[in-house]
């Protein structure tokens, strides 16, 4: 079945860990995006793609990094973890056409301790 | 900063009544409005897009837009328990970028 597939499913992670979260879409989307949704704040982008080899920030950016090596995964690190960044984050993919919804992947709960 | 609106809620509506749900929007150049459902501790899921004025109807749903008003609803008929849950409207900009409402939270009484 086409669709996001982002892994894992859920993590606890100590602060100052490393962490990648990983995302993969087989609909062949050019853009893809990262968010965090923390409950009373909605979806907030972390950071975009609008085709592979190229990434840009969003309204949140500070302590991500991405990376778009090729037009299907879409991995999100987080260098050194910090209790704020404990959300749940949504993968996202939508085709290059302006009038594109986006589709999301089932998410990955994160929380820092 | 261009902004989605939308009235957190919740929206309580008896079983088998209309809910509608309303959605305005500050930048008068935008041209695609999306309506999300999104359930407890689920992803959001596509609704219905709508990108001209007037109404699109698919099933129980109605989205209807103004651009002259900058607003955009979504209409359940006949709502069902299953459709309680929390309904996010979001708007390409004319910069292209989707900007995100809050989200209202809609409660179906049986």
């Known amino acids: 079945i086409a669709g996001i597939t982002q892994a894992p499913t859920s993590q606890i992670l100590a602060a100052g860990r490393r962490m990648t979260l990983r995302c993969t879409q087989d609909m062949r989307h050019n853009a893809m995006y990262w968010y965090r949704q923390d409950l009373g704040l909605g979806l907030r982008l972390i950071h975009y793609?609008?085709?592979?080899?190229?990434?840009g920030k969003g309204e949140v950016p500070d302590g991500y990094s991405v990376s778009r090596a090729n037009t299907d995964d879409f991995p999100l690190t987080l260098a050194s973890a910090v209790p704020s960044q404990t959300s749940v984050y949504f993968c996202?993919?939508?085709?290059?056409?302006?009038?594109?919804?986006?589709?999301f992947g089932n998410g990955t709960r994160l929380t820092v301790t | 900063q261009k902004e989605v609106e939308q009235n957190s809620g919740p929206l309580s509506v008896p079983e088998g009544a209309i809910a509608s749900l309303n959605c305005t929007y500050s930048?008068?150049?935008?041209?695609?409005f999306f309506w999300y459902r999104q359930y407890s501790g689920k992803s959001p899921e596509l609704i219905m897009s709508i990108y001209s004025n007037g109404d699109k109807e698919d099933g129980r749903f109605t989205a209807q837009l103004n651009k002259a008003s900058q607003y955009v609803s979504l209409l359940i008929r006949d709502s069902q328990p299953s459709d309680s849950a929390t309904y996010l409207c979001a708007v390409r900009d004319s910069n292209y970028q989707l900007i995100w409402g809050a989200g209202t939270k809609l409660i179906i009484k049986p």
């Open positions: 996202a993919s939508s085709d290059s056409r302006y009038n594109s919804p986006l589709h």
């Open positions: 930048d008068r150049g935008s041209q695609s």
């Open positions: 793609s609008n085709t592979a080899g190229t990434t």
